[in-house]
């Protein structure tokens, strides 16, 4: 069965160290993943997604994240935090199955970036 | 930028009623839109994609009887919710897709629709 899991719930990160939001999946197939933030009182916004080809994708507000197949992850980082960029983060993972596609997202994870 | 709207940002009905939820591109055409649910608990589902003059392409497990998708214009896609009942009730959100002169797209998304069923 398709899963997608985000196993922390709130991530806590000073201001100007790395930050690495986990996600982790579980399809049949290849996987299409995709990274989504929600700032607070705005909505939804698209960061990045990985289809294929190189494993270290690089998005929107410098954020990157790396898939990696062995593990099935598709982690979330960003080498300096920023105060702004404290937000609802969420993961999707799309892939094929015997009905069509499919896409789940994970339950977020909130971001903490204290000053 | 791109902005994406949504009408009614709230809407109250009764079971076994239909209610239409409107998504519109305000500054660019989008050729596809999403339609997404947003659960309680904050879990996304995304239900259907929607093409500008073709059927919607509804994801696995999505009743398209009861979401019935219509993108008749290149800023306008609705999702009507049919008979619609206290489980139905939910945050319901869309977005669009434009397409960027270098190649790829953006994705953008509207502010959502709260949608609860008496």
């Known amino acids: 069965a398709q899963s997608v899991a985000q196993p922390e719930d709130q991530v806590n990160v000073a201001e100007g160290n790395p930050l690495t939001v986990k996600c982790t999946y579980s399809v049949s197939g290849n996987p299409y993943l995709f990274w989504y933030v929600q700032y607070p009182n705005r909505g939804l916004q698209f960061l990045l997604k990985?289809?294929?080809?190189?494993?270290l994708v690089k998005g929107s507000y410098g954020f990157e994240a790396e898939f990696n197949k062995s593990q099935t992850s598709f982690h979330l980082k960003k080498p300096s935090a920023l105060v702004s960029d404290s937000a609802l983060y969420f993961c999707a993972v799309r892939s094929q199955g015997g009905g069509g596609f499919k896409t789940i997202f994970g339950a977020g994870t909130r971001l903490f970036v204290k000053a | 930028g791109a902005v994406v709207s949504q009408h009614p940002s709230w809407v109250i009905c009764k079971s076994g009623t239909s209610v239409k939820i409107e998504c519109r591109s305000l500054d660019f055409q989008a050729t596809t839109m999403f339609w997404y649910r947003q659960f309680p608990k904050q879990s996304l589902m995304l239900m259907a994609t929607?093409?500008?003059?073709?059927?919607?392409?509804?994801e696995q497990g999505v009743e398209k009887d009861k979401f019935l998708i219509n993108h008749a214009s290149l800023t306008l896609s609705t999702l009507t919710v049919t008979s619609a009942h206290p489980e139905d009730s939910s945050f319901y959100i869309c977005s669009a897709r434009r397409g960027l002169a270098g190649g790829g797209y953006e994705q953008y998304f509207g502010p959502g629709t709260r949608l609860t069923v008496t």
């Open positions: 990985y289809i294929t080809g190189d494993n």
């Open positions: 929607s093409n500008e003059g073709s059927k919607a392409t509804y």
